[in-house]
Each structure stands twice: as C-alpha cells, then as structure tokens.
C-alpha cells in the first residue's frame, strides 16, 4: 500500500486570537512520544506577558505529573491513590514524573536557580510546583521568553492522565507557568477565613503567584492564551488534541509530526493510540439543522433577546472511539450535539470552531470523564444498555465543561463549585431537554432487564418485597431515574461538613468534595433558579456572557444573578454559599370535629351538663403544623387540599421553629404539601413534605422507587467525578 504524505505549510502563525487579542501567554511545544519507555520529550518555547503594573521578581510553574513520582506527594499523601473510580496500581511502571532539564528566560539559563516550592502545605516531598527567581524582575506591562526542556514520564492512567498499554491520555503534561494576580483583582472570601490563618492568607490583599499544588481533590486554573504544538508519534497511531491539526509531516523515520494549533483556551492535551484499535470520525454541529425554530423563539423569549443573539454555530466535532464501540457511534455524536444545541442555547454560542470527544479504552478508563480545552474525555462499556444514560450522561457532562471549566475558567482550585456545579446543573437541564428522562430498567426480548451494563455492578433482583398494590412488572422495565435523589442524598450526608465556599484541598474529606463542589452547588442552583423564575435565565446567561475568558469569582456570580434578576439574594447566598445548614421543613396536620361536649355547656342562661354521646353536628376543625428541622431559613409554602377538592396555598417567612395555619368551616383536609412543585432541590429529606390524613400505601411504594434508584444512582454517581 502507499503511503500519502500530507504537508501542509500554514503560514498564519502570528494571526490574531478570536477573543483574546493579546493573550498573557504564548506556547510554541515540540514533543516527542516514545511509547514503549512511556515518556514525552518536551520543547517549549513560552512567550509571558505580565498585564499587571506590578514587579515580578519570579516565575512559577506547575510540575502536576510530579504528584505520581512517589507516595509523598501531596496528592498521594492525601489519598490520591484511591480516589478515582480505578485506583492507583503500585508497579514500577505506574509512577510518573516531570523532570526540568533547563530553564531559560530571555536566553540567560537559570536552570541552577530552580527549586521546589509547597504554598499550601509545606509538605518538602511535593514537588508539583517549581519556583524561579529571576535576576531582575519582569517590569509591569514587561515580558519574558521561557525556553524549558523536560522529560514527562506517564504514570499509568488511574487519574485523569496517563497510559494504559499503547493507549496514551497525556494531559498536565507540560511546565505550566501558574497565574500572576495583581493586588486587589482577585479577592475571594471563605466560609472560616476569618478562623483559618491558612484562609486568610489565600485572600490576602496583596498581589502575588497563585500556583497551587496539585491535590487529590483540585483541579486547574491557569491563563488563557495559544498553543502551537507539534506532536511526534508512531506513523501507525492516530491522534486527537486540543484545537485544529494544521499539518502533519512523515518524518520518514517511522514516525508522524502532527501540528495542533487553538487560541482563547488555557490548556493543551492530547491522545494518541495504534490506529489498529482506534477510529477517528469527523460530523458536522451544522446549527440550522440542530435548532428548529420554534426553539430559538422560545429561548429568545426566555433570554429576552432577538433571535439573531441567540442563533449558534456551526462546530465540527470529532470523535475518537475504541473500535470495540463502534456500536456507540451515534450515541456519542447526539450526545455532543446535545451539548452544543443546549448549553448554546442557556448561554451563548459555542465559540470555538472545533470539539473532539474521546473514548477510552476497556481499563484506560482512568482516563475517562474528564475535561480539557476544545477536548474531552468520556467512557463507555462494550454492551451499554439503551437508556441507562450512559455513555450520554458523561458526553454531555464533559462537554459542558468547555463552557465553565474552559471559557469561564473561574480558579477551580479555590472555587471548585464554579465550575462543577455549574455544569452539573447544566448537565441535569440538558440531559432533560435532550432525552427526558433515563431509565434504570428496560425491556430486551420481553424481559426485563436492569439498565446497566453487564460489566457495572448488578443491582438487586428481588428488592423486598410485600407491597401489593405496586405493578411491578412495570417498573422493572421502565424505571425513570430522578437526577436529583443521589445528589440530595449525598448532600443530606456531607451538607454540614463544609461550605461550598471553601477551597477544594481544604475540605474534610472526598465525599464533602463530592458535596461542596457538586451535589450542593447543583441543589441550590435548581432552588435559585425556582426562586427567581423568569429572571433566572437572563441572570444565569448574562454571568456567562460576562465573564467568558475573564475567571470569574464567586463574588462576581453572586453580583451578576442579583443584579440582573433585581433581587436581594445575601440572605440566600450566605446560607448557601457561605452556610453549612440543612433546608428542612416538615409538614403535618390534624383535622377532625370538634370534640364530644362534656361538662356545663349554657342552655337559655343556665348551666346545663352535656348528655353523654351528644350527636350534634360538631364542626369540622383543622390546623396544620410547619416546623423548621434544618438551620436554613426559606420562604415557605404549603398546599393545602381540602376533601371537596379545594385546595389553598400558604405562604410563611420560615423564619422561626414553627407555624400552624387553622381552619374553620371548612371540610377536612386530606393532604398538606411543602413545596408542591417539587422545585427546591435544596430540601432534605424530603420524606416529611408531604402529609396525607389517611395511610396510604403509596409512600410505601415511593419507598421502593427510591430505594432501587438510589443504589443505581450510586453505582453511576461517581462518573461525575471529573
Ligand atoms: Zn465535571
């Protein structure tokens, strides 16, 4: 067979970036795969603007693959092994590492100068951040040439980034110079600052470097600027990256130079594996197909914009999928495309020409669920089921993060919660408007089936049993899985641990991450967005329009959704935000004629002792008894249902322990509800919303719903840790 040489000279180089006219930083990277010893030998040439009017007497740079050199690091130390969905094998081949060879900076080598910094713990082993000191400071509106060589020895795939045999995820690859914050931009409070010295610290007022170690439960902040970047591979292995392939060059030596370019993004990752076991597909998001437009108006109307603003574009999506999957082609391509159609349609344009989704191989799946500029993993299994919602649920999930993680880029180290609860609540409102609702059963050949994969955990056939009036049968095959009940439940359990509002190394445990950066966030969003009502569309699209490429703060979120939506919302995102309490209400009621008479009732003046089994029609009294249980104070209302079918809606500040609401001349009450629309996402639990006058065998049956899905939920909860 010939071989075709594409060579492609694109002379472009210095054009202009889409959005970011004169990014912070410029990369030009050479690198060099070597997949048998498992390492990438890297070049990168760093042209580094300081914007600020401050003196920079230093550079700073994150060395993340030093994490997995040994079990001292701080992310081993901290139990970084075991916190991913595959944990850490402990084979020689499994550590990795990244190593400086030289440093220079305006061509004067200062590769001596070099050493190991650890801002936020001390711990001297950790060495995922490398200090310079410079001979003269960068001047303010100065900048630096950075010219490093290094080696990045891949850990095995266990987190995020690594290999698995000849299958190569390679991200947090590359010396990464951190953020220089002036003083005063950048300020950000914290749930304890005021008890906390390490707190106080972070949000000092002073300018300075905000590089962070790289821990268990952090993810990335970094500058937005351009990569050029050529990769070097074996000329049988395909390649997918961050941005467009410009070129690509057959070196003649049994290997392939491939040229990835992208502007207005603040990382750069890639994947490479034998083109024997991989397929590379290319579809067009082609916008005027995707979106009908009875849509647009809708979305034009809830924006309170002229369609032409809301309109999206046209986004060539690439997918790279093992063969093995090559049933779940569509599934894949629907998913993104859902992605593009509704986050464009919540908060604006994609912005970039390209998307590529990456599906990792059978135990690469390490390297799944996870996040980068322009690029995305996913993940699924040989024999997906149908309409368990995956590998959709994950698609949708890691191509949201282009629109917090990657054009928003709040400081995911500090802020978690910016960006993973934000996109988790877009993830639940997109998978939504796409598919309506996932099902944990189906139905294959008549027989009902759980609707997981054979390779997930099976859940429990026979889940107790007893009650009769439920058709089974039914909801074996066709059980709907509410987003919410995981997410409330490991809120209900992590809720008053933390503070959402609280750097992400510094929370208590994996579980409270789990919480304070996604089911807590996810739940107040969904109340916020019940609170506001139709303001919370132009508030939530606004902060995104606002502070794309701009790394908004938490501040800025809540400055933008009170602003546009008019509201006063301190008291809201001080409990939320700032709060470790729990919304819980509870509602009950009693309701029934007034007693038998007993003792002197007045007959024409005169005392007269009641008869005994006096039958008179005694009128019918009720009252209705809200309690607070959680220290979360919100407005309340209840629905009232009367047995004549009327019904009436109260409302009450919620503010102290308790309220009743009476009732005369009225029937009985047959049922009284807390939040009736089942809108605030917040509450927990919420068995005790819902009060009806008589036993009633279905919270038995909502028992049983509940208890099925829950052990689903848990069982697909963690595919969104990433
Ligand atoms: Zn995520």
């Known amino acids: 067979m010939k071989r075709v040489l594409v060579l492609l000279f694109v002379l472009c180089i210095g054009a202009q970036a889409k959005f970011i006219p004169d990014p912070i930083v410029r990369y030009k990277i050479d690198a060099r795969l070597d997949p048998s010893a498992k390492t990438v030998k890297g070049r990168e040439v760093i042209v580094w603007q300081n914007q600020t009017n401050e003196s920079i007497p230093d550079l700073q740079f994150h060395l993340y693959l030093n994490a997995f050199k040994n079990n001292y690091s701080s992310f081993m130390r901290e139990g970084g092994a075991e916190s991913r969905r595959v944990p850490f094998r402990n084979k020689a081949d499994a550590w990795g590492y990244e190593q400086v060879h030289s440093l220079k900076v305006d061509g004067q080598d200062l590769t001596g100068a070099m050493h190991f910094i650890q801002p936020d713990d001390g711990n001297p ?26 080696t990045s020895k891949l850990p095995w795939v266990f987190a995020r980034t690594g290999f698995h045999d000849n299958f190569f995820l390679i991200a947090q690859w590359f010396p990464k110079p951190g953020v220089f914050e002036p003083a005063g931009q950048y300020r950000r409070t914290f749930a304890g600052e005021l008890t906390d010295p390490l707190l106080a610290r972070l949000s000092a007022a002073k300018g300075g470097w905000n590089t962070h170690q ?88 809830r924006h309170g914009l002229p369609p032409e603003q809301v309109k999206l574009t046209d986004v060539k999506v690439t ?71 995956d590998p959709e649920g994950v698609t949708i999930h890691e191509f949201g993060h ?81 987003p919410f009940r995981s997410r409330a439940r490991r809120y209900l359990e992590n ?14 445990h994996r579980p409270s991450y789990g919480d304070q950066a996604y089911s807590k966030p996810e739940q107040t969003l969904h109340t916020l967005e019940a609170l506001l009502g139709d303001k919370w569309w132009p508030a939530i699209r606004t902060y995104h329009q606002r502070f794309r490429f701009k790394h908004p703060t938490a501040h800025d979120f809540m400055n933008t959704i009170q602003e546009v939506s008019g509201r006063d919302l301190k008291w809201f995102f001080d409990q939320t935000l700032y709060g470790t309490g729990l919304l819980n209400y509870s509602v009950s009621f009693s309701s029934g004629p007034m007693d038998e008479r007993q003792g002197f009732f007045d007959q024409n003046g005169n005392p007269e002792l009641a008869k005994d089994g006096n039958t008179d029609k005694r009128p019918i009294e009720s009252e209705v008894l809200v309690r607070r249980l959680g220290e979360m104070i919100f407005p309340v209302v209840v629905r009232v249902k009367f047995e004549d079918g009327s019904e009436v809606r109260e409302q009450w500040d919620g503010l102290y322990r308790w309220t009743k609401f009476y009732y005369k001349n009225k029937p ?35 028992w049983y719903l509940r208890w099925v899905v829950w052990i689903q939920n848990v069982l697909s909860a963690f595919s969104y840790f990433a």
């Open 125 to 150: 082993h950790d060495q995922t951040v490398l200090r310079v000191p410079l001979p003269r400071p960068i001047a303010p509106k100065g900048s630096v040439t950075i010219e490093i060589d290094w």
């Open 319 to 389: 997918l790279f999928i093992q063969r093995e999957h090559k049933d779940q082609i569509d599934r894949h391509f629907r998913a993104v495309f859902a992605g593009l159609k509704w986050y464009g349609l919540m908060y604006g344009a994609y912005p970039y020409d390209v998307a590529t989704v990456v599906d990792p191989p059978y135990q690469g799946d390490g390297a799944g669920g996870m996040e980068y500029p322009t690029f995305f993993t996913a993940g699924t299994e040989y024999w997906q089921s149908g309409n368990g919602g």
């Open 402 to 482: 282009q629109y917090w993680y990657g054009m928003v880029a709040s400081n995911e180290f500090e802020e978690a919660w910016l960006d993973e609860g934000l996109n988790s609540y877009s993830t639940t409102k997109t998978e939504a408007f796409e598919y309506g609702r996932f099902h944990n059963y189906e139905k294959i050949f008549g027989v009902p089936v759980p609707a997981v994969s054979w390779l997930n955990l099976p859940v429990p056939r026979y889940p107790w049993y007893g009650i009769d009036r439920i058709a089974v049968g039914q909801y074996w095959e066709w059980v709907p899985i509410d």
């Open 214 to 301: 790289f821990h268990m439960s952090t993810e990335f902040y970094a500058d937005f600027g351009t990569f050029d970047v050529n990769l070097t591979v074996p000329s049988d292995y395909e390649v997918a990256a961050t941005g467009s392939e410009r070129s690509k060059k057959d070196n003649g030596d049994g290997t392939t130079t491939y040229n990835y370019y992208q502007e207005d993004v603040h990382d750069f990752a890639w994947t490479t594996q034998p083109r024997s076991q991989v397929m590379k597909l290319v579809r067009w998001f082609r916008a005027d197909e995707q979106v009908k437009p009875h849509e647009l108006q809708e979305w034009s109307r």
């Open 668 to 702: 009985r009450i047959v049922s009284a509800e807390l939040d009736p629309e089942n809108a605030w996402k917040l509450e927990v639990p919420r068995t005790d919303n819902s009060y009806l006058g008589k036993p009633n065998t279905l919270a038995a049956e909502k």
């Open 495 to 508: 809720a008053q641990t933390d503070a959402m509002q609280r750097p992400a190394w510094m929370l208590l």
